[in-house]
């Protein structure tokens, strides 16, 4: 709470003034999920070894490389969803209606992977909760959240989707918007989850996007930036991109666990919430269609998986990849992990500022 400490004291001492400034909560969001995740990180490890004595179970069908990581625990997401929440909740304004929306995400969807992650430890298998169950909640939360966004989202925006390098065009989808909204955040909850299958490869490119969207959220959230760029203008939205630098200080904490070779992984608990937030964030600062372009790694992996699924039943038992998500069709190629990771880091790079250039090319 130390955002609204500062506004007291600013009062009778002058320089807390500095504390007003939303690109120093920004900064000061960052470190200090940064280093408690960093401070945390090493017990957090420890505590989770003791408490999962054969650590994350390694899928029978997993690249025969894979099996060398069994004993690596999982659930660390946690110490992203701890280091992420310590930062918002000591300089963001937690009165600010985006940012009470992002924190439910995060939240609710990190209890839902956590309960899988926990189904799968207890029963020792890789297979967690049921994909219809897990739908279902996702679904519902989703359209919860939507419901929230609409009703925070200015009349003559709401309902709308703004076409990318566009002016003035938006998409009206009437009630269908809330279909849309379940597949933005429930697709992107999913899609981060299906690409979290090597050390390192979904964390990098979530921060990634959550760094365009701290700038994005920024510039619609000011009047006089998103008149000049013509894109929308969403009063208080700027306060998510205080939400946002936490999430990416937490995520390079946990980065620093989770580099080749990880000493542990963030399970569901970690990719169904980032994956949320990310998604509801978009949908907040009307910005979807460029997730999908600075989320593009995201999009590629959740596609391979369905146009496998899809070829394998039209054709007969064919495939299109060798294994799906299609970092497993590079692994079973030869590349070495760590080749897989960089290279997918390195595409997510440059979609993220082919994502921004959108902001200036309409």
Known sequence: MLYFLAGLLRAHFSYFNVFQ???VRIA????????????????????????????????????????????????????????????VLLWSSLANPFV???????????????????????????NGLSARWKLAVQAALSLLITVVIIYLTPEDLALRVPIPFFKHFSLFLGIFYFLWGFLVITGTSNAVNLTDGLDGLAIMPAIYVAGCFVL????????????????????????????LGALIGGSLAFLWFNAPPAKVFMGDTGSLSIGAVLGTVALLTHHELVLAIVGGVF???AGSVLLQIFFFKISHGRRIFLMAPIHHHFEKKGWPEATVTIRFWIISLILALLGLSTLKFR
């Not at 408490?51 to 069908?61: A, E, F, H, T, V």
């Not at 439910?104 to 899988?116: E, M, N, Q």
């Open 299 to 301: 999009v590629l992996e």
């Open 100 to 126: 009470g929306i992002s924190l439910f995400a995060l939240i609710a969807f990190g209890l839902l992977g956590f309960y899988d992650d926990w189904v799968k430890l207890s029963a020792e298998t890789s």
């Open 21 to 23: 400034y939303i690109t």
């Open 28 to 87: 000061s969001a960052l470190l200090t999920a940064l280093f408690v995740g960093l401070f945390c990180g090493g017990p957090f490890i420890r505590f989770l070894k003791r408490q999962q004595k054969n650590g994350q179970p390694i899928r029978s069908c997993a690249p025969q490389t894979h099996l060398a990581k069994s004993g690596t625990p999982t659930m660390g997401g946690i110490l992203i969803l701890g280091s992420t929440l310590t930062g």
């Open 216 to 243: 994005i959220s920024y510039l619609v959230g000011h009047m006089h930036f998103s008149n000049y760029l013509y894109i929308p203008y969403i009063p208080q939205s700027s306060e998510l991109a205080v939400f």
